[in-house]
């Protein structure tokens, strides 16, 4: 049993709590580290986009799931429906809901039991038959019936699906619709045999699947379609042969393939970071293998969408970071507030950018520490609030010193655990 005191100060923190704004008690709601039993006062916010946020969470206790699996709003349902850690026995229940959309949450769920997958997969909602056959925990014998669904967005997802059997991948290469076979070609499990005689029909599919064979790359990397060469220079798979020719290709579209492969060597990244065309600078920019040299010199690039993706990259050193906070363009300060690797203070810095969309990825960076982002509850933009709110580096403690002057310190971990 909780003392009186705590009683007294639990209700006293819920309430300042409660009293926040929308967007804040929405974070909250939404974020994995809130403690449960403020989950359980959030269950009930007359707002439903809260309510939403809390059926979504994985952390928010069971009862409470099933609940909120009768809420009136059916995109509390449908978050309820998709939540891993619902119990099977509210999914069985949401899987008859009268609203497409929650059984859709249910299906598509990859803990919803057999038994459930199966009423679903012959479900009358083409919507929610689909959301069956993308579902990666599907039986073998369901994939095979949805296999030959009337519906080809259906099909579609079978062909898409990385559980479907290749025997499956095998026949639905000859679907008659262009959308299934492009599945087919895009599908990592698909055969190689299968994968060739696709090269002709579904070139794009083909030539980005990173389970195609150098023989058939080497093939489209001279199509006469520039796309799909560039489908080929993006391929992690490519050999460098091929990438090396296709990174003096006429067209910049293969080009910058080859800038953003992973698997570009860097003396083809050293030769493309002094292209013509701002798109294959930007590229190259944004390749994660990309050196620190050549960020470098990127950074002073002319052209900001070459610079943002400068800002953008782990791979930037943190003084050329701290430099590009203070870029007269407010695009590249916003990839400096997402990147990772930026320094604390500087991210501290960009928390008082005078724009919005700085602050607001500031709140959504992930090394983003609890003190900077309890400051963020407070900003006036609601979607900055909203982000700081749902991190789940924000501890309760710093939510509660940022907002409430306390007489003494709170032991959250105390006020929020299970009665008795």
């Known amino acids: 049993m909780k003392s009186s005191d705590e009683v007294t100060m639990l209700s006293r923190v819920t309430g300042v709590i409660l009293a926040q704004t929308l967007e804040v008690r929405s974070g909250l709601g939404r974020n994995p580290n809130t403690p449960a039993g403020l989950l359980t006062a959030l269950s009930t916010d007359q707002a439903d986009k809260v309510r939403h946020a809390v059926a979504a969470n994985s952390n928010t206790p069971a009862h409470i799931l099933t609940t909120l699996a009768v809420d009136l709003e059916d995109s509390v349902r449908n978050a309820v429906g998709g939540n891993s850690c619902t119990p099977a026995a509210t999914l069985r229940a949401l899987a008859t809901d009268q609203d497409e959309w929650v059984r859709s949450g249910v299906a598509e769920n990859p803990n919803a039991p057999t038994d459930i997958l199966t009423t679903l997969a012959t479900d009358q909602a083409d919507d929610v038959r689909s959301c069956v056959a993308g579902n990666s925990n599907i039986p073998a014998g369901m994939v095979a019936m949805l296999a030959t669904d009337p519906d080809e967005g259906v099909r579609g997802k079978v062909a898409g699906n990385s559980s479907t059997p290749v025997g499956i991948l095998t026949t639905l290469a000859t679907d008659l619709e262009d ?17 060739a005689s696709l090269a002709t ?22 199509s006469e ?5 560039n489908l080929v220079a993006s391929n992690p798979s490519t050999p460098a042969d091929i990438l090396a020719a296709l990174a003096s290709d006429q067209s910049h579209s293969p080009r910058c393939g080859v800038a953003d492969n ?10 493309l970071a002094t292209d013509r065309f701002d798109s294959v600078r930007h590229c190259v920019a944004h390749n994660p293998n990309s050196p620190g040299h050549i960020l470098a010199t990127l950074a002073a690039d002319r052209a900001k969408f070459v610079r943002s993706n400068v800002a953008d990259n782990p791979n930037t050193p943190p003084s050329i970071l701290t430099m590009l906070a203070v870029d007269k363009d407010e695009y590249v300060r916003s990839h400096v507030a997402r990147n990772p690797s930026t320094p604390a203070g500087t991210l501290a810095a960009l928390a008082l950018d005078p724009d919005t969309s700085v602050r607001h990825w500031v709140a959504r960076n992930a090394t983003a520490g609890a003190d900077l982002l309890a400051t963020l509850i407070a900003d006036p933009n609601p979607l900055v609030q909203w982000k700081a709110a749902a991190h789940p580096s924000l501890t309760m403690q710093a939510l509660l010193g940022a907002i409430e002057p306390w007489a003494e310190p709170v032991d959250v971990t105390e006020i929020w655990r299970p009665a008795n």
């Not at 599908?187 to 299968?194: K, R, V």
């Not at 992973?262 to 030769?271: G, I, Q």
């Open 179 to 195: 959308s299934v076979r492009l599945e087919v070609a895009s599908n990592s499990n698909t055969p190689a045999g299968t994968l």
């Open 225 to 229: 379609n520039s796309f799909v060469r």
């Open 262 to 271: 992973a698997s570009t060597p860097e003396s083809l990244l050293t030769n």
């Open 201 to 222: 029909d579904e070139p794009h599919g083909v030539a980005g699947n990173p389970s195609t064979p150098a023989g058939i790359l080497s093939a489209l990397a001279i």
